[in-house]
T-cell receptor, first 107, second 112 residues
Framework: RKEVEQDPGPFNVPEGATVAFNCTYS??????FFWYRQDCRKEPKLLMS???SGNEDGRFTAQLNRASQYISLLIRDSKLSDSATYLC????????FGGGTRLMVKP | ETGVTQTPRHLVMGMTNKKSLKCEQH?????MYWYKQSAKKPLELMFV???????ENNSVPSRFSPECPNSSHLFLHLHTLQPEDSALYLC???????????FGEGSRLTVL
């Protein structure tokens, strides 16, 4: 089993749609959880941290389910500019990246 | 001035060449990292330096040799690479904890 697993996609959605990604992790001792965004041929950048109580940042909502060992990212009212690869990152002392989920928002 | 800068941005080298990738961070962080990103594979952690001491070496072949002369600079020395080493090499820095990783724009390496 991979340490951090994501559906590679691509997820093709129309503008304005709501889309959700899940990410599962194998190490139950993991303490830190993040979603990063990576645009084509660019470096990854932090989108948001994921807290135990769940957290929201504008159109983006992240949740953590420790019992089932997964985190999720919900994007509401998708924009063309949301098209990117979304990387799930999990760890304690060291961070492990998932393979990413590619999102394509179409007009 | 960007937080983490990498040079060169693009590098083409033969299998017998010796080259180096350079990374510099201006964020006052105490940890620096080298990652490898190949097509259709997750980011792979290669090396971690914490306070200039190497704390992680993920079974990376010896043809990759890191150097961290101070907390702001990180090098990756390359020698007798193989074509399968062609990839995007990303440098990152953070506060230990681990904190948010700040990446450079990467060095795209092609080995002929």
């Amino acid at each position: 089993r991979k340490e951090v697993e994501q559906d590679p996609g691509p997820f093709n959605v129309p503008e304005g749609a709501t889309v959700a990604f899940n990410c599962t992790y194998s190490n139950s001792a993991s303490q830190s959880f993040f979603w990063y965004r990576q645009d084509c041929r660019k470096e990854p950048k932090l989108l948001m941290s994921v807290y135990s109580s769940g957290n929201e940042d504008g159109r983006f909502t992240a949740q953590l389910n420790r019992a089932s060992q997964y985190i999720s990212l919900l994007i509401r009212d998708s924009k063309l500019s949301d098209s990117a690869t979304y990387l799930c990152v999990v760890g304690s002392n060291m961070l492990t990246f998932g393979g990413g989920t590619r999102l394509m928002v179409k007009p | 001035e960007t937080g983490v800068t990498q040079t060169p941005r693009h590098l083409v080298m033969g299998m017998t060449n010796k080259k180096s990738l350079k990374c510099e961070q201006h964020l006052g962080h105490n940890a620096m990292y080298w990652y490898k990103q190949s097509a259709k594979k997750p980011l792979e952690l290669m090396f971690v330096y914490s306070l200039e001491e190497r704390v992680e070496n993920n079974s990376v072949p010896s043809r990759f040799s890191p150097e961290c002369p101070n907390s702001s600079h990180l090098f990756l020395h390359l020698h007798t690479l193989q074509p399968e080493d062609s990839a995007l090499y990303l440098c990152a820095s953070s506060q230990l904890g681990p904190g948010e990783l700040f990446f450079g724009e990467g060095s795209r390496l092609t080995v002929l």
